[in-house]
Nanobody
Framework: QVQLAESGGGLVQAGESLRLSCAASGSIVSVSTMSWYRQAPGKQRDLVATITNGGVTNYVDSVKGRFTISRDNAKNTVYLQMNSLKPEDTAVYYC?????????????WGQGTQVTVSS
């Protein structure tokens, strides 16, 4: 059994910062790609940022220069530092990870954490 536990969401004003965390726990053999997605009301879930287990990162254009994804492999944890937040960043943010257990490799998702940015 594997779980992804997210934390760090909240309500902030435009221009402020938030840091999201997502810790994977359970019967984990290895963790490869870890990512953050977000879903605004009435819209599809979109990729925000991703990081490989080697530390290679990729971002959607709308967050480049403002958001930073990082990970602590020893803790199976991924972070998303969000600076200069804008109202259009308001969404539920989901953690994603590709994890290998003794039963094989599959996708895992967190429960989501709400980020609300007021103007």
């Amino acid at each position: 059994q594997v779980q992804l536990a997210e934390s760090g969401g909240g309500l902030v004003q435009a221009g402020e910062s938030l840091r999201l965390s997502c810790a994977a726990s359970g019967s984990i053999v290895s963790v490869s790609t870890m990512s953050w997605y977000r879903q605004a009301p009435g819209k599809q879930r979109d990729l925000v940022a991703t990081i490989t287990n080697g530390g290679v990162t990729n971002y959607v254009d709308s967050v480049k220069g403002r958001f930073t994804i990082s990970r602590d492999n020893a803790k199976n944890t991924v972070y998303l530092q969000m600076n200069s937040l804008k109202p259009e960043d308001t969404a539920v943010y989901y953690c994603y990870s590709l994890i290998r257990t003794w039963n094989g490799r599959r996708d895992y998702w967190g429960q989501g954490t709400q980020v609300t940015v007021s103007s």
